[in-house]
């Protein structure tokens, strides 16, 4: 059973330039949550998705940042115009469908990460 | 004061000792709550599940006092490769976003 897929792992793009994040959940979950994390600082939520539905983004900077989780296909986060204060490495999460306990447990991607020159 | 607070460390530790690692929350409505681990930065990956009850997985055991809004991680004879940071992480509510502490270093020597 693959785990979080995430693509790329490494990315690198020039002030002003688009940044596509790419991220398939685990065989069976059906929520996906983006994180990111700025060098020498924790984790931090930015959005929380389901299939075609954004339930969270309480996260998520006001300007440049969205995100989607189309009915067919991977979820994507969109940066526009990034800015060296982006860089960051960007995780990806998943957690199972259904209820009960184990839907709270949220398995992580290798992360992408980018750097703005 | 932030949400989920944890002493940074680091925790530095012969092999064979036996290292706690404490946090607290500041949320009472929170409802999950994890120790997770990542190594380098990398991916954070889930170490447990922290229950009212307590649990135990092996060398690792962890307590939840949502009294005191307090976790603990405890691990006994700790081996080289438990080197990493150590995340405590709580969730507001079922399958909704997770907040994560800064991470307590552990460097385990031999």
């Known amino acids: 059973n693959a785990g979080v897929m995430q693509n790329p792992r490494h990315l690198v793009r020039r002030r002003g330039q688009e940044a596509r994040l790419r991220c398939s959940p685990m065989?069976?979950?059906?929520?996906v949550y983006w994180y990111r994390q700025l060098p020498e600082e924790g984790l931090k939520f930015m959005v929380y998705?389901?299939?075609?539905?954004?339930?969270?983004e309480s996260g998520m900077p006001k300007e440049r940042f969205s995100a989607e989780f189309p009915k067919e296909g991977p979820s994507i986060l969109r940066i526009q115009q990034v800015v060296r204060g982006d860089s960051a490495a960007y995780f990806c999460?998943?957690?199972?469908?259904?209820?009960?306990?184990?839907?709270?447990?949220?398995?992580f991607g290798p992360g992408t990460r980018l750097t703005v020159t | 004061r932030k949400e989920v607070e944890q002493d940074p460390g680091p925790f530095n530790v012969p092999e064979g000792a036996t290292v706690a690692f404490n946090c607290t929350y500041s949320?009472?409505?929170?409802?999950?709550f994890f120790w997770y681990r990542q190594d380098c930065r990398k991916e954070p990956k889930l170490l447990m599940s922290?229950?009212?009850s307590g649990n135990e997985d092996g060398r690792f055991t962890a307590q939840l006092n949502r009294a005191s809004q307090y976790i603990s991680l405890l691990i006994r004879d700790s081996k080289l490769s438990d080197s990493a940071t150590y995340l405590c992480?709580?969730?507001?509510?079922?399958?909704?976003?997770?907040?994560f502490g800064q991470g307590t270093e552990l460097s385990v020597k031999p």
């Open positions: 999460a998943s957690s199972p469908t259904g209820l009960g306990r184990l839907t709270y447990e949220q398995y």
């Open positions: 065989k069976g979950h059906s929520h």
């Open positions: 998705l389901q299939k075609e539905n954004i339930i969270d």
């Open positions: 949320n009472s409505a929170s409802q999950s």
């Open positions: 922290v229950y009212s």
């Open positions: 992480v709580v969730g507001r509510s079922q399958g909704g976003k997770l907040i």
